[in-house]
């Protein structure tokens, strides 16, 4: 065997492990590519998934919608555990993350159990164990949302909403204005409030309505919130025993709508 | 070499039992554990609750899927100490009998994706479109990534596995649709394509069983005569020759993170070839077996 043999053998196996790192470069790049775009498309549907539909209410405990998306395993433990059929596991076509647990309060309201069995064996923490009374659950907030038809508001005496709710006079109260149709007679308009509501779905799965006109929704649709800045004069008056603006600001009084260019005064 | 039967001759010399017995039992055991799971929302009897993600045993011991407990971490959120125990006791237990051997003892996708390699193998299909084997690990890759980036556990929209315990306790919805997509990629397009070159969840135990005492081992190998049945069976079959054919360095045993502890070859082999075997020292180097397709 001659040194030149030698050296062509050599020669011939750098060239091979040459294509044979070209070959896995080019795989490596493929493969990161197609990784990459996967997780492109994948990322595209579950940022889709944090903006779930109003009708979709969480179990009690649950830890705030971002929080609770990085943490329920969708194990369905808390589904098993409620003995009112109350929670159910999303499937890919409802309109929440897959796997999830959920409830349509129309459908099946939650019942409130004293002692939270959804709760009790959860063993990711979604649904938090901080959560100790059930009245201080916040799954939703009901909202009286159609006012043309809920009976109540035209005068006649419904108030089943009222008196299913489980914080009866907390959470909803009646609160009576006049009648402006009839004159003579009284109006018994619900009213929520959100310090107590606790979104258990009760009052919307009662309204007689076919559809209902009071509906329970997650909070972060039904709540506004105040500029950070914004304080009200009389809260603060009331809190420092000083006027935030020491001097009386004198506004012009006028009607709402067009009295601008119509003139209307008071 | 089109359509195949190759347990025939196994039948013909170790009778019908022997030839298909860790099938049988494997299946068995797939149908039993989600047989329990089922017993609680059908029967009543709840013996354990939740499903693959994360169940409760007799309403005492926690088991929860370690990947998605991972992902939960890797998304920020302290998961609550049932949880993370879990997680440990399922790890321990694939850390003991082979990573993998979730995915031929437990997988309920396991039992779709054989039945497409049998149907394939039936049918003479002989359409593979080569995958790397290795694309399983980049899929874990990008499982684990997209939690730290999104804070969404991305994984558990799409996990099969979980999938099918889900639908089939709560409610499946259009994830039959996903179901049958890998069903129908394993039969036409790649030869054991999800299990084999995909699943990042296999990639996974294949990864926590890495110093498992439990392996298969090809312990008579001399009496082989290479009638390539346990190619035919094997999910993983790259990793055949490597145990099959003496080499220097390689064992007898099938020392790989991918080999499935499924013990069909066990069953397929007329000469008796392969047998379990539990081995408390490490005697040969885990190798990743680079794909002969
Ligand atoms: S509090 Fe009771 S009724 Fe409401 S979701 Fe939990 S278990 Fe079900
Ligand atoms: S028990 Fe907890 S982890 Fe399981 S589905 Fe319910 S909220 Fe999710
Ligand atoms: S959702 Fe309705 S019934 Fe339930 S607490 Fe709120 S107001 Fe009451
Ligand atoms: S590779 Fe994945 S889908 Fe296949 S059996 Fe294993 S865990 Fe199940």
Known sequence: MSAGDKSNRDKGKTAGRNVSRRRFLTETAQAACAVGLLGLGLTFVAEKSRVHAAQVLRPPGALPEDDFLASCLRCGICVNDCPYNTLKLATPEDPVATGTPWFNAREIPCEMCDDIPCISHCPSGALSPELKDIDDARMGLAVLIDRENCLNLQGLRCDVCYRVCPLIDEAITLQRTRNTRTQVHAVFEPVVHSDACTGCGKCEQACVLDVAAIKVFPRE??????????????????????????????????????SLNDGGDL | MSKRRPATEAVAVKGIWKAF?????????????????????????????????????????????????????????????????????????????????????????????????????????????????????????????????????????????????????????????????????????????????????????????????????????????????????????????????????????????????????????????????????????????????
């Open chain 1, 221 to 258: 649709l039904a709540q506004g919130e105040l500029g950070k800045h914004y304080r009200f004069g009389w809260q603060e008056e009331e809190r420092t025993g000083e006027k935030l603006v020491p001097w009386e600001n004198k506004m012009p009084a006028r009607m709402p709508g067009n």
């Open chain 2, 21 to 293: 017995r860790f099938l049988w039992l494997r299946r068995l055991m797939q149908l039993s554990i989600l047989g329990l799971f089922v017993a609680g929302p059908v029967l009543g009897v709840w013996l354990i609750s939740g499903n693959l993600s994360s169940s409760l045993i007799l309403g005492k011991v926690p088991m929860s899927d370690p990947l998605a407990v991972l992902q939960s971490l890797l998304a920020g959120h302290p998961v609550v100490a049932v949880g993370v125990i879990g997680a440990g006791l399922v790890i321990a237990l694939y850390a003991l009998t082979g990573g993998r051997s979730f995915c031929s003892w437990v997988c309920p996708v396991n039992m779709i994706t054989d039945l497409a390699a049998w149907l394939r193998r039936r049918l003479g299909i002989r359409t593979n479109h080569r995958l790397p084997r290795k694309a399983r690990y980049w899929l874990l890759a990008l499982v684990l990534a997209l939690p730290v980036v999104t804070e969404i556990l991305i994984w558990e929209f799409i996990n099969p596995i979980s999938l099918v315990y889900r639908g089939l306790l709560f409610g499946l919805g259009a994830g039959w649709y996903l179901l049958a997509a890998i069903f129908l990629f394993d039969l036409l397009v790649t030869s054991r394509g999800w299990c084999g070159h995909l699943c990042p969840l296999g990639a996974f135990y294949g990864l926590a069983g890495k110093y498992s005492p439990l392996i298969m081992s090809a312990a008579r190998r001399e009496k082989c005569d290479d009638c390539m049945d346990c190619y035919a069976v094997c999910p993983e079959p790259q990793i055949l020759p490597m145990a099959l054919k003496p080499k220097k360095g390689f064992g007898p045993v099938l020392k790989t993170l991918d080999c499935t502890r499924c013990g069909r070859c066990l069953d397929v082999c007329a000469k008796d070839v392969f047998e379990y075997q539990v081995q408390l020292k490490n005697q040969h180097p885990l190798i990743p077996v680079k794909a002969v397709e």
